[in-house]
């Protein structure tokens, strides 16, 4: 059982199921750069798309403009996306101060998939442009602490890939990791492994309290 003062949700792969999306998008710009396919689906879900170019060694002349190129493809994509059932029923009676989200993607990449899926925005969402490094390093997820007003220990993190988990970790917040979009020995450092059908969450008393079905 884990309790804690607020919960940071990851989107795709933990609110939404946009997998098929992401999926489609990078493959698309595999072919156009005559990458493999598969290589670059390994490290795309999870990390800001400029950070999943850079350590592709995709340098174009106009980086901004080939990351806005592929996230416009993503956006317009959108529609096909939809809620995890448990989070469809879990986000509406959380208090709305002590939940956020905390995605690499864009504001507009993120909000576009949550108005699909008919899932609520956050009081607090973090997003791509809202930080200077992208996950795996913890400063979106402690930048939404510090707006939560909620100390990162008292912070749980729901993550469905690697990158996410390991900026929870380093920004001094348990984790619970759902295998999504990576098998479950990539996410064995989070501090709970489960899929959202087998987790509980309560909110009582102003607090948030997970545990395992």
């Given at each position: 059982?884990?309790?804690?003062?607020?919960?940071?949700?990851d989107?795709?792969?933990?609110?939404?199921?946009?997998?098929?999306?992401?999926?489609?998008?990078?493959?698309?710009?595999?072919?156009?750069?005559?990458?493999?396919?598969?290589?670059v689906?390994?490290?795309?879900?999870?990390?800001?798309?400029?950070?999943?170019?850079?350590?592709?060694?995709?340098?174009?002349?106009?980086?901004?403009?080939?990351?806005?190129?592929?996230?416009?493809?993503?956006?317009?994509?959108?529609?096909?996306?939809?809620?995890?059932?448990?989070?469809?029923?879990?986000?509406?009676?959380?208090?709305?101060?002590?939940?956020?989200?905390?995605?690499?993607?864009?504001?507009?990449?993120?909000?576009?998939?949550?108005?699909?899926?008919?899932?609520?925005?956050?009081?607090?969402?973090?997003?791509?442009?809202?930080?200077?490094?992208?996950?795996p390093?913890?400063?979106?997820?402690?930048?939404?602490?510090?707006?939560?007003g909620?100390?990162?220990?008292?912070?749980?993190?729901?993550?469905d890939?690697?990158?996410?988990?390991?900026?929870?970790?380093?920004?001094?917040?348990?984790?619970?990791?759902?295998?999504?979009?990576?098998?479950?020995?990539?996410?064995?450092?989070?501090?709970l492994?489960?899929?959202?059908?087998?987790?509980?969450?309560?909110?009582?008393?102003?607090?948030?309290?997970?545990?395992?079905?």
């Amino acid at each position: 059982m884990i309790d804690v003062a607020a919960v940071l949700f990851d989107c795709d792969g933990v609110l939404v199921d946009s997998a098929a999306s992401v999926e489609r998008a990078w493959r698309r710009w595999a072919v156009e750069r005559g990458l493999d396919e598969d290589a670059v689906v390994a490290v795309a879900h999870g990390r800001r798309t400029v950070d999943t170019m850079l350590e592709l060694g995709v340098l174009p002349d106009d980086l901004a403009a080939e990351v806005d190129r592929l996230e416009s493809a993503e956006v317009a994509d959108a529609p096909s996306v939809s809620a995890f059932p448990e989070p469809a029923a879990l986000l509406p009676v959380l208090p709305p101060g002590a939940w956020a989200v905390v995605t690499s993607g864009t504001r507009a990449l993120v909000t576009s998939r949550l108005a699909a899926s008919g899932l609520p925005l956050p009081a607090v969402l973090v997003t791509a442009e809202d930080v200077a490094a992208g996950k795996p390093d913890p400063e979106g997820y402690l930048e939404a602490a510090r707006r939560l007003g909620v100390p990162p220990g008292d912070c749980l993190v729901v993550e469905d890939a690697p990158a996410g988990v390991q900026a929870a970790l380093v920004a001094g917040m348990r984790v619970v990791a759902l295998p999504t979009t990576h098998p479950p020995e990539e996410l064995a450092a989070a501090t709970l492994l489960a899929p959202w059908n087998e987790i509980v969450v309560r909110a009582a008393g102003g607090r948030i309290v997970l545990a395992l079905r």
